[in-house]
């Protein structure tokens, strides 16, 4: 199954309309990104708790690691940088955490709320090597920025 972004857009604004709570609107994102495309194998939220710090907020998929430091893995390249990280082979990116042996490649997305503060990172893994396009980071970059930043 391959995702359609603008079906998934639709579906996400439907759902989440009207909705504030941040674990409300990212369990509802997760549940329909993950299931979306086969290419998902992991996906979820992690969430600003303190200055410099991320924790797991709503995945799907195994169990994801609790905590990660601005300092490390993808999740905190994406929160230190404030940018996207497309990552084809997560290998090769100096300090990535493997929450999983099979994982290949990573996309990870800044989350910001409508003041420009950054409030989680949105992490998918897949199986797959080199699994993620630019296309996956706009269209899901614009998803979130609908649900959190409007
Ligand atoms: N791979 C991420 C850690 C989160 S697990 O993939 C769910 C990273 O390097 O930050």
Redesign the pocket.
Same mark, same amino acid.
């Given at each position: 199954m391959t995702v359609d972004y603008n079906t998934l857009a639709k579906t996400i604004a439907a759902l989440t309309e009207g909705e504030t709570d941040p674990v409300a609107l990212m369990a509802t994102i997760t549940c329909e990104v993950h299931h979306a495309d086969n290419r998902f194998n992991?996906t979820?939220f #992690?969430r600003v708790t303190e200055p410099g710090v991320l924790k $797991?907020g709503p #995945?799907q /998929?195994g169990h /994801?690691?609790l905590r $990660?430091p601005f300092e490390?893995? @993808? *999740? /905190?390249?994406a929160a230190r940088t404030g940018q996207v990280q497309l990552v084809p082979d @997560?290998d090769a990116?100096p300090?990535? $955490? +493997? *929450? +999983?042996s099979s994982?290949r490649s990573?996309l @990870?997305l800044p989350v910001f709320d409508r003041t420009g503060a950054l409030i989680a990172v949105f !992490?998918i !893994?897949s199986d797959l090597p080199d699994a993620f396009t630019e296309e996956d980071a706009t269209a899901l970059g614009a998803i979130l920025k609908q649900v959190f930043a409007q």
């Amino acid at each position: 199954m391959t995702v359609d972004y603008n079906t998934l857009a639709k579906t996400i604004a439907a759902l989440t309309e009207g909705e504030t709570d941040p674990v409300a609107l990212m369990a509802t994102i997760t549940c329909e990104v993950h299931h979306a495309d086969n290419r998902f194998n992991w996906t979820g939220f #992690y969430r600003v708790t303190e200055p410099g710090v991320l924790k $797991i907020g709503p #995945y799907q /998929g195994g169990h /994801g690691c609790l905590r $990660i430091p601005f300092e490390k893995g @993808v *999740c /905190g390249a994406a929160a230190r940088t404030g940018q996207v990280q497309l990552v084809p082979d @997560v290998d090769a990116f100096p300090g990535h $955490i +493997a *929450c +999983a042996s099979s994982t290949r490649s990573e996309l @990870v997305l800044p989350v910001f709320d409508r003041t420009g503060a950054l409030i989680a990172v949105f !992490d998918i !893994d897949s199986d797959l090597p080199d699994a993620f396009t630019e296309e996956d980071a706009t269209a899901l970059g614009a998803i979130l920025k609908q649900v959190f930043a409007q």
